[in-house]
């Protein structure tokens, strides 16, 4: 009876993932599209600072 149990609970388990895979989106966000860039792109290029003593 056990086994009968946990085949029923895995079935049950795997195909309610599998419907949500093939459901429609559920999700609510805003159609955005494409943003403008409204900044400038680095002209040169910057290193890092060294964080250690160097001996």
């Known amino acids: 009876m056990r086994i009968f149990d946990f085949a029923v609970n895995a079935i049950q388990y795997v195909s309610e993932g599998v419907s949500r895979i093939f459901s429609p989106r559920d999700d609510h966000y ?3 599209g494409v943003q403008p860039f ?4 680095f002209s040169e ?3 890092l600072k060294v964080t250690t003593k160097e001996k």
């Open 30 to 32: 805003p159609e955005t």
């Open 38 to 41: 409204d900044g400038e792109p």
């Open 45 to 47: 290029w910057v290193d």
